[in-house]
C-alpha cells in the first residue's frame, strides 16, 4: 500500500514537471471593422485638438492691437558722415584683402594649441578692464565674477594660458568704456566708420579712447607701454581677425554698407535697451499671505 501510495505521488510529480512550460499561445482576433472604428475615432480627437487650438490661437491674436507701420523698427540710421564713412569703409575692406586676412589666414595654420592659449592670454588681460567698467556701471556683481576668473586663470590656468574657470562654468561677457557710457545714459550718436577697426558709433568710438586709457594707465605685466605695447597689439588685432568669418563684399550686394550699418546699430541698440531693462516683479498668489 505505501509502495502504491509513493509511485503515484512521484506520477503526479512527473506530470506537473512536464505541463509546468507548456503554454498554448493564440493570436487575437482578427477585427478590421472595430480596429478601423478606433483608428477613425483617434484620428477626430486629434482634429478636434488642433482645431481647439487653432481656433484659442486665433482669439489671442484678435485680441492683440493691430500691428502697423509704426511698430517695426526704422531703417534709417543717423549717418551725418555718410562720406567720410564710406571712404573709411573701402579703406578697410583694401586693408583687410591685402594684408589683414592673409596674415590672419597665415596665423590659423599654426597649432590649435597655440592658438588657443594665446587667445586665452588676452582674454584673461581684459578681465580687468571689465572689472572696472562693471564696477562703474554698478553691476557690482558681474564685477566679482569677472574678478573671479582673473583670479583663476592667472593663477590655475598659467597666466592666462588655460581658461580654467569657464571649464568650472565661471562665464562672464566681457564690457568696455562704450558700454559704461551707455548704461549712464548716453546716446549712440553718429554712425561712424573707425578706419582699421571697422564699424562704430561716436559713443563707442569714445570707449574706445577709455579702454585705451585704462589699459596704458594700468599697465599691467608692462606689455602697455613703450615698444613691446606695437608687437602686442598687433598679436591681439590678428587673434581677433582670426576669429571673425566677416568678408567684405562676399555676398556682392551693392548694399552691404547699409546692410552692415543697420545690423551694428539696431544689436547696439537692443544691448542698450537690455542694460536699462527693469526687472518685471513677480504676481504674487493670492493664496499666500503678503508676509510670506
Same mark, same amino acid.
Given at each position: 500500500?505505501?509502495?502504491?501510495?509513493?509511485?503515484?505521488?512521484?506520477?503526479?510529480?512527473?506530470?506537473?514537471? /512536464?505541463t509546468?512550460?507548456?503554454?498554448?499561445?493564440?493570436?487575437?482576433?482578427?477585427?478590421? /471593422?472595430?480596429?478601423?472604428?478606433?483608428?477613425?475615432?483617434?484620428a477626430?480627437?486629434?482634429?478636434?485638438?488642433a482645431?481647439?487650438?487653432?481656433?484659442?490661437?486665433?482669439?489671442?491674436a484678435?485680441?492683440?492691437?493691430?500691428?502697423?507701420?509704426?511698430?517695426?523698427?526704422?531703417?534709417?540710421? $543717423?549717418d551725418? !558722415?555718410?562720406?567720410?564713412?564710406?571712404?573709411?569703409?573701402?579703406?578697410?575692406?583694401?586693408?583687410?584683402?591685402?594684408?589683414?586676412?592673409?596674415?590672419?589666414?597665415?596665423?590659423? !595654420?599654426?597649432?590649435?594649441? *597655440?592658438? &588657443?592659449?594665446?587667445?586665452?592670454?588676452?582674454?584673461?588681460? &581684459?578681465?580687468?578692464?571689465?572689472?572696472i567698467? $562693471?564696477?562703474?556701471?554698478?553691476r557690482?556683481?558681474?564685477?566679482?565674477?569677472?574678478?573671479?576668473?582673473?583670479v583663476?586663470?592667472?593663477?590655475?590656468?598659467?597666466?592666462?594660458?588655460?581658461?580654467?574657470?569657464?571649464k568650472?562654468?565661471?562665464?562672464?561677457?566681457?564690457?568696455?568704456?562704450g558700454?559704461?557710457?551707455?548704461? !549712464?545714459?548716453?546716446?549712440?550718436?553718429? @554712425?561712424?566708420? *573707425?578706419?582699421?577697426?571697422?564699424?562704430?558709433?561716436l559713443?563707442?568710438?569714445v570707449?574706445?579712447?577709455?579702454?585705451?586709457?585704462?589699459?596704458?594707465?594700468?599697465?599691467?605685466?608692462?606689455?602697455?607701454r613703450?615698444?613691446?605695447s @606695437?608687437?602686442?597689439?598687433?598679436?591681439?588685432?590678428v587673434d581677433?581677425?582670426?576669429?571673425? &568669418?566677416?568678408?567684405? $563684399? &562676399?555676398?556682392?550686394?551693392?548694399?552691404? $554698407?547699409?546692410?552692415?550699418?543697420?545690423?551694428?546699430v539696431?544689436?547696439?541698440?537692443?544691448?542698450d535697451?537690455?542694460?536699462?531693462?527693469?526687472?518685471?516683479?513677480?504676481?504674487?498668489?493670492?493664496g499666500v499671505?503678503?508676509g510670506?
Amino acid at each position: 500500500m505505501k509502495a502504491a501510495t509513493a509511485a503515484f505521488c512521484v506520477l503526479l510529480l512527473l506530470c506537473g514537471c /512536464a505541463t509546468d512550460g507548456f503554454d498554448m499561445h493564440r493570436l487575437p482576433p482578427q477585427t478590421p /471593422a472595430a480596429d478601423n472604428a478606433a483608428a477613425i475615432k483617434k484620428a477626430a480627437e486629434v482634429a478636434a485638438v488642433a482645431r481647439a487650438a487653432a481656433s484659442t490661437e486665433r482669439q489671442n491674436a484678435a485680441s492683440l492691437p493691430p500691428f502697423t507701420a509704426a511698430d517695426a523698427p526704422s531703417l534709417e540710421t $543717423y549717418d551725418p !558722415w555718410q562720406r567720410l564713412n564710406r571712404f573709411s569703409y573701402r579703406l578697410n575692406a583694401r586693408f583687410d584683402r591685402a594684408i589683414f586676412l592673409p596674415v590672419a589666414d597665415g596665423y590659423r !595654420w599654426l597649432p590649435s594649441p *597655440i592658438r &588657443s592659449g594665446v587667445h586665452n592670454i588676452f582674454g584673461n588681460l &581684459s578681465e580687468v578692464d571689465s572689472i572696472i567698467n $562693471y564696477t562703474l556701471q554698478g553691476r557690482l556683481g558681474y564685477g566679482v565674477r569677472s574678478l573671479g576668473r582673473f583670479v583663476i586663470n592667472s593663477t590655475v590656468g598659467l597666466v592666462g594660458l588655460f581658461d580654467v574657470a569657464t571649464k568650472l562654468d565661471i562665464t562672464q561677457p566681457g564690457t568696455g568704456f562704450g558700454t559704461t557710457l551707455a548704461k !549712464w545714459g548716453m546716446h549712440p550718436g553718429p @554712425y561712424l566708420v *573707425i578706419p582699421l577697426f571697422g564699424p562704430s558709433t561716436l559713443r563707442q568710438g569714445v570707449g574706445l579712447l577709455g579702454d585705451y586709457a585704462t589699459n596704458y594707465g594700468i599697465d599691467l605685466a608692462d606689455i602697455y607701454r613703450g615698444d613691446p605695447s @606695437y608687437g602686442v597689439g598687433v598679436v591681439n588685432a590678428v587673434d581677433q581677425r582670426a576669429n571673425i &568669418s566677416f568678408r567684405y $563684399y &562676399s555676398t556682392g550686394s551693392p548694399f552691404e $554698407y547699409e546692410t552692415v550699418r543697420f545690423l551694428y546699430v539696431r544689436k547696439l541698440l537692443l544691448e542698450d535697451a537690455g542694460l536699462h531693462r527693469k526687472e518685471v516683479p513677480k504676481k504674487r498668489d493670492p493664496g499666500v499671505p503678503a508676509g510670506e
